[in-house]
């Protein structure tokens, strides 16, 4: 029963460099999250999307693109990393609705 | 304003107490209602949905009132293993998304 997949789960950058989070989920859900959580501050919402082909931006977007390449996967990517990007990076996945959300173990990310 | 909103505690308390927590949320169009758990450094689960006409599981039980738009967790008989953070969660139809609070910590002792 993998859920959802997170790839990697710990990462350090250095200020500038870019990289990319990655997700599937096999859970045949349509919908899909990244949200970062910082202490104190709960998670928020980077990007969401509804459906394959859709993206949508959330609470705190700047810094972030994403890519829903398919139904399956949904990539995060840091185009030039900044130290306030460090934080811990959960994806996941839903049926839109009244339904349970499965998390990703989480990418711990260090910005230096 | 923060969409949902979240005494963030921590409620410290002993072994077989009850303990309450309430969140707000901002917008009057949300659809379903959620608590999630989190322990340390782990991903969030799901912990009950939230019904209108309220629901109970075991010791738990939630409530909603849509006029005053704020949610409910009561805890009965706390056990050490409550211990964790207890986040509360709103889907909003109209953006089909899941607007989460920052959450409430409870520390269960002997």
């Known amino acids: 029963n993998a859920g959802v997949t997170q790839t990697p789960k710990f990462q350090v950058l250095k200020t500038g460099q870019s990289m990319t989070l990655q997700c599937a989920q096999d859970?045949?859900?349509?919908?899909m999250y990244w949200y970062r959580q910082d202490p104190g501050m709960g998670l928020r919402l980077i990007y969401y999307s509804a459906s394959e082909g859709t993206t949508d931006k959330g609470e705190v977007p700047n810094g972030y693109n994403v890519s829903r390449l398919n139904k399956r996967e949904f990539s995060l990517r840091l185009e030039s990393a900044a130290p306030s990007q460090t934080s811990v990076y959960f994806c996941a996945s839903s049926e839109p609705g009244n339904t349970e959300a499965f998390f990703g173990q989480g990418t711990r990310l260090t910005v230096v | 304003r923060k969409e949902v909103e979240q005494d963030p505690g921590p409620f410290n308390v002993p072994e077989g107490a009850t303990v309450a927590f309430n969140c707000t949320y901002s917008n009057s169009a949300s659809q379903s209602f959620f608590w999630y758990r989190q322990d340390c450094r782990k991903e969030p689960k799901l912990l009950m949905s939230?019904?209108?006409s309220g629901n109970e599981d075991g010791r738990f039980t939630a409530q909603l009132n849509r006029a005053s738009q704020y949610i409910s967790l009561l805890i009965r008989d706390s056990k050490l293993s409550d211990s964790a953070t207890y986040l509360c969660?709103?889907?909003?139809?109209?953006?089909?998304?899941?607007?989460f609070g920052a959450g409430t910590r409870l520390a269960v002792h002997p």
């Open positions: 939230v019904y209108s």
């Open positions: 859970m045949n859900h349509n919908s």
């Open positions: 969660v709103v889907y909003s139809g109209g953006y089909n998304k899941l607007i």
